[in-house]
């Protein structure tokens, strides 16, 4: 039965993504956390003031402009936010849509 | 198709709306969903791309003073309907994946407990070994974070949990989130480097 269950909590454990292994589920929040931990400034904007000038920073980046450059705090916050990283590559599908 | 300027856009959608401005944004919001949509889901686009369309157009009709004019009148709409369509199929996909019912036990305790937040014990003899770089991470998130920004943190980074289904959970918005869990990197980073070490050497440790 044991063993039955130890299966259960290794196929969750898989379709999670995750190992079962406490060690190595361990090592993986550790380098996940230290990764976010290198690109951490004291300074960050949320979601909400980046959602606020996303389309001016989408034209920008259709435009070629080194957005890095002229909005970097928009930029880092795209670079350390899956969400809004994914919003910003939808919305520049669409504008290159039109464009076409 | 007709094409206005960002002054007119605005004009023609306060109060009562033109009908066929409305048309023209509705067709172009239908366009841009489906193009970008038809590459994210495997069924029910043309349904999906409906509801999102009339969430979004209710928002943009509703939101029309707040745009600035730093964009196009269309690009500011598209971002809308951007967010409305990711936000909700983000906790569609959550839902339809989630295994909470499975890990989580008939008491409410979760079977798979998060290995992180378990007691660190004693410091292993070799501080800098990657078992001595797990225990003083381990560490710092017991000693640290609050009990909302450890919740915070298992559910984005190691759950994989969308951040607009954390936020749901934990009562509070995806903003305020992103913002808990900055609070929360600012912390450890500065707890890191009071222990004389950067987040760079701790990733070296592990190869």
């Known amino acids: ?100 | 198709m007709a094409q206005y300027m960002n002054d007119e856009w605005v004009d023609l959608l306060s109060g009562e709306p033109d009908d066929e401005a409305l048309e023209t944004l509705r067709a172009l919001l239908v366009r841009g969903l489906r193009y970008t949509l038809s590459s994210r889901v495997n069924s029910n686009l043309d349904a999906l791309v409906e509801d999102f369309t009339q969430e979004a157009l209710l928002k943009i009709l509703d939101k029309l003073d707040s745009f600035r004019g730093e964009s196009q009148f269309t690009t500011w709409a598209q971002k809308i309907a951007v967010r409305v369509a990711l936000t909700e199929l983000r906790r569609k996909r959550w839902k339809d994946t989630s295994l909470d019912a499975l890990t989580t036990s008939a008491d409410g305790t979760s079977i798979l407990e998060p290995a992180i937040l378990s007691d660190p014990g004693p410091t292993p003899e070799d501080q800098t070994s990657q078992q001595g770089m797990i225990h003083l991470v381990q560490k710092m998130i017991a000693e640290e974070l609050t009990e909302r920004q450890r919740q915070a943190i298992v559910a984005v980074m190691l759950q994989g949990k969308p951040m607009d289904v954390v936020a749901t959970e934990l009562n509070t918005n995806r903003n305020a989130l992103y913002k808990l869990i900055h609070d929360a990197r600012l912390r450890l980073k500065r707890k890191l480097s009071e222990a004389g070490i950067t987040a760079d050497e701790v990733l070296a440790t592990f190869g």
């Open chain 1, 1 to 100: 039965m044991s063993k039955f269950i130890q299966s259960v909590k290794q196929l969750i454990a898989r379709i999670l993504g995750q190992s079962s292994n406490t060690e190595d589920q361990k090592v993986e929040l550790v380098k996940g956390l230290m990764g976010a931990l290198e690109l951490t400034q004291e300074v960050e904007l949320g979601c909400d003031e980046v959602f606020e000038v996303i389309d001016k920073y989408a034209e920008a980046v259709v435009q070629g402009v080194d957005t890095r450059e002229l909005m970097p705090l928009v930029y880092h916050h795209i670079e350390m936010c899956g969400e809004c990283r994914e919003e910003l590559e939808m919305l520049l599908e669409m504008i290159e849509l039109e464009a076409a």
